[in-house]
């Protein structure tokens, strides 16, 4: 059995005895001696940058030695109050203020860029990829801003939160939206060493990126913004720039656009108690049985992720019946609190263990954390149920045919659901593994057939289809 099972196995909750505790602490030694020569391989101007994340993943290790495995106490898991869940209508019903430029001046929208293209079979930054008549992920987002900022005569900045992997590429691009009227500010999340699953200890040799190192590094999920948006110095920029809440949502969810109704719900909440945390969810299809759920824990709003339900429970995490809604990751989270919760050390959330195994076969653990766990830490969190229409994620090259198709219409960046489609439900369509790689996507539909009527499509199989190709012929490929 590995050290990682063991240390599970005998958490504080299973009565740890005087040897597994002098284990942990052997453990963290161990680590903190490692990672202080990997500091001493780092050239000046890296050195305050590696301190700060090596501090940052001493917490994250900590707890995870501390930690008494992956499942809640499900006897704990209640529904959530029916108030703490408010539904989109509700919200959109108080209309909006006549001043709508002085709410968006004090926001600022952020998006999770650390991401690659490589499921799609892309080189560099997924936000990169090209998805809507030419326009890349990032083009769109720019294009949402720019035209919020001129409609409203408003000044709403955009974040990208980058990775160590995505950060060159994206600051290169950026030259191209200089006379766009929208201000960019870009920070690196940390960068954490993978961890040997037999000796718990670094992988990596020295701080360097290449070579035999080229694997040893990873970006710790996007529950790493807190910290590093803190040690970027940009929080405190934005926060004396007067902007109090921060809009956060995945680069690759098209719907996640800025909603001005949420904004106002937001701002017109009485100074007391103001709402530091908005979790956007909505209702769960079949297709989304995995996602994270609302409920309410030890009397707080708490996201509940698959990786922590008890394996007995699985089943009844998934039931669409019980657990009727999952977490967008669209949040809107008040920049005062997350300035007072990080220096406090008040940020709780649960760490995901992540197993890997790099390309010589060496087992490894990824120690990463979710932005939405850290909910339950905020004053006043709440849901708001949206429609659909704002969960518009592309992952596959099956989503990219159904945003690149008539399905869809796009102004200023944002997508919208045709009226002339007669259903409001998004159609399934599943494209085979001769589809997955982009560059053979496009090669394989040369256009891209009137989709209006379309229900559910699944093609296997090596197809290409031409030029004029109608839905009824490929409809005939259907297996």
């Excluded at 006897?75 to 408010?86: F, L």
């Excluded at 949420?262 to 297709?287: W, Y």
């Excluded at 159904?402 to 007669?422: D, F, I, Q, W």
Aim: charged content about 25%; glycine content about 6%.
């Amino acid at each position: 059995m590995s050290l990682v099972a063991d240390l599970y196995r005998g958490g504080p909750n299973a009565g740890m005895t005087e040897f597994q505790e002098k284990q942990r602490l052997q453990h963290e030694t161990f680590m903190h001696k490692e990672l202080e020569k990997l500091l001493t391989t780092a050239k000046t101007p890296e050195v305050e940058i590696s301190r700060k994340d090596f501090e940052g993943f001493k917490k994250l290790f900590h707890n995870f030695l501390q930690a008494k495995g992956p499942s809640v106490d499900w006897a704990k898991i209640q529904r959530p109050p029916e108030d703490s869940i408010q539904p989109y209508e509700k919200i959109k019903l108080k209309g909006l203020p006549a001043d709508v430029a002085s709410s968006l001046n004090k926001l600022a929208v952020l998006k999770l860029n650390g991401g690659l293209g490589t499921s799609m079979g892309c080189k560099g930054p997924k936000s990169l990829i090209s998805v809507r008549s030419e326009n890349t992920f990032l083009d769109l987002t720019v294009q949402q801003i720019e035209h919020l900022n001129k409609t409203y005569n408003a000044d709403v900045p955009l974040v990208l939160m980058n990775s160590f992997n995505t950060d060159e590429d994206t600051n290169k691009i950026l030259q191209k939206y200089t006379h766009h009227g929208v201000k960019i500010h870009t920070f690196n999340q940390s960068r954490y060493p993978r961890i040997n699953k037999e000796s718990l200890l670094p992988v990596a040799t020295n701080i360097g990126l290449t070579g035999e190192n080229a694997e040893a590094w990873y970006p710790p999920g996007h529950g790493d913004i807190y910290a590093s948006f803190y040690n970027s110095g940009l929080l405190d920029k934005l926060i004396a720039e007067g902007k109090e809440y921060i809009f956060v949502s995945n680069i690759d969810n098209l719907g996640a656009t800025v909603d001005l109704h949420i904004l106002n719900h937001l701002m017109s909440q009485p100074s007391g108690k103001r709402c530091e945390f908005v979790m956007e969810v909505t209702d769960k299809t079949r297709a989304d049985v995995k996602g994270g759920t609302l409920t309410q824990f030890d009397g707080k709003l708490r996201l509940l992720e698959i990786a922590q339900v008890p394996k007995a429970h699985v089943d009844e995490f998934k039931s669409v019946s019980k657990f009727k809604i999952f977490n967008t990751n669209n949040l809107w989270i008040n920049l005062p609190a997350i300035k007072r919760l990080h220096e406090q050390n008040a940020m709780d959330m649960e760490i995901i263990v992540n197993p890997k195994t790099l390309d010589g076969g060496l087992n490894v653990i990824q120690l990463e954390t979710a932005v939405g766990a850290a909910m339950k830490s905020f004053d006043n969190a709440l849901g708001i149920n949206v429609p659909r229409s704002r969960f518009l994620p592309v992952k596959t090259s099956s989503d990219l045919l159904l945003v690149m198709s008539n399905l869809y219409s796009m102004e200023a960046g944002s997508l919208t659901m045709s009226p002339k489609r007669e259903f409001t439900t998004t159609p399934h369509v599943k494209l085979g593994s001769s589809f997955t790689k982009v560059q053979d996507f496009l090669k394989r539909f040369e256009s891209i057939p009137d989709m209006l009527e379309l229900d559910h499509l699944t093609v296997s199989g090596d197809v290409t289809f031409g030029k004029q190709v109608t839905l009824k012929e490929v409809l005939l490929y259907q297996r």
